[in-house]
């Protein structure tokens, strides 16, 4: 593992908050800017042991996990640290190379798969650009585990969006299905039918259901920027634009 460095936290949401929970519990100190944050993120940020700083620019590495569509603005927040800025947030390739290129030789994109890291084997965190190598170091040994991904700077938001591709645009979908059977009042029915074909699908629908309505602000711009890879990529972008809309409609109820 990396020895003892400053690290500086943008922000302690419930990814985030976890995560600087874990360093600070491998020795690691891990500070946050409470300037203009909520009390909620204030005690949370307590509750991990994060220490409050006035300028995140005394940190010697900066982790940035933040909703997709905030990631640009909190990249540009500390333009010019001289800092390893690892950009773990779940955003397009091309998001990704722009995030870069504000912070410019000392960046590492990252994207996470998996909760928050409270337990063992759940979570991994893929980096990857020529600093995947030193950011991998502070999290080895740790709950999230670092997975470096050759090839491309922005390789490892490639991964992040074609995996959050299938896990988060399949629950769209599923409840784009019901609300379909439910308006031509039908709802029963196909409850019923996925009882008898689809074993546990009802189940699948309700946890979609309860993560859309508590999370579903933060995966509408996760969408959009799926739709924006697969559209560089030259694939249909209409199935996650989709979804955004999905996800939309269920966190305003």
């Given at each position: 593992?990396?020895?003892?460095?400053?690290?500086?936290?943008?922000?302690?949401?419930?990814?985030?908050?976890?995560?600087?929970?874990?360093?600070?519990?491998?020795?690691?100190?891990?500070?946050?800017?409470?300037?203009?944050?909520?009390?909620?993120?204030?005690?949370?940020a307590a509750r991990?042991?994060?220490?409050?700083?006035?300028?995140?620019?005394?940190?010697?590495?900066?982790?940035?996990?933040?909703?997709?569509?905030?990631?640009?603005?909190?990249?540009?927040?500390?333009?010019?640290?001289?800092?390893?800025?690892?950009?773990?947030?779940?955003?397009?390739?091309?998001t990704a190379s722009?995030?870069?290129?504000?912070i410019g030789e000392?960046?590492?994109?990252?994207?996470?798969?998996?909760?928050?890291?409270?337990?063992?084997?759940?979570?991994?965190?893929?980096?990857?650009?020529?600093?995947?190598?030193?950011?991998?170091?502070?999290?080895?040994?740790?709950?999230?585990?670092?997975?470096?991904?050759?090839?491309?700077?922005?390789?490892?938001?490639?991964?992040?969006?074609?995996?959050?591709?299938?896990?988060?645009?399949?629950?769209?979908?599923?409840?784009?299905?019901?609300?379909?059977?439910?308006?031509?009042?039908?709802?029963?029915?196909?409850?019923?039918?996925?009882?008898?074909?689809?074993?546990?699908?009802?189940?699948?629908?309700?946890?979609?259901?309860?993560?859309?309505?508590?999370?579903?602000?933060?995966?509408?711009?996760?969408?959009?920027?799926?739709?924006?890879?697969?559209?560089?990529?030259?694939?249909?972008?209409?199935?996650?634009?989709?979804?955004?809309?999905?996800?939309?409609?269920?966190?305003?109820?």
């Open positions: 593992m990396m020895g003892r460095v400053r690290i500086g936290l943008l922000h302690p949401g419930e990814m985030g908050a976890a995560i600087g929970g874990m360093l600070v519990e491998r020795g690691q100190e891990v500070v946050w800017l409470p300037h203009g944050r909520s009390e909620e993120t204030a005690q949370r991990a042991g994060l220490t409050p700083v006035e300028d995140i620019r005394v940190a010697e590495v900066i982790l940035s996990v933040c909703p997709p569509h905030a990631a640009l603005d909190v990249a540009r927040s500390v333009q010019g640290t001289t800092a390893l800025f690892i950009d773990a947030n779940a955003v397009s390739p091309m722009q995030i870069g290129e504000l000392r960046w590492v994109d990252a994207g996470i798969v998996g909760p928050p890291p409270r337990r063992e084997g759940t979570t991994r965190l893929y980096l990857s650009g020529p600093h995947a190598s030193e950011a991998s170091r502070l999290f080895a040994g740790t709950r999230l585990e670092p997975v470096a991904v050759t090839g491309s700077p922005v390789a490892a938001s490639a991964v992040k969006m074609a995996y959050a591709a299938w896990t988060k645009g399949s629950a769209a979908l599923l409840l784009a299905a019901l609300d379909s059977a439910a308006a031509n009042g039908v709802e029963e029915a196909l409850r019923a039918e996925w009882g008898r074909s689809q074993p546990g699908l009802d189940a699948r629908w309700q946890g979609a259901a309860d993560s859309a309505e508590a999370k579903g602000w933060r995966w509408v711009g996760e969408m959009h920027e799926i739709a924006a890879t697969f559209a560089a990529a030259g694939l249909p972008s209409g199935f996650h634009e989709a979804a955004a809309e999905m996800f939309d409609r269920a966190t305003r109820g």
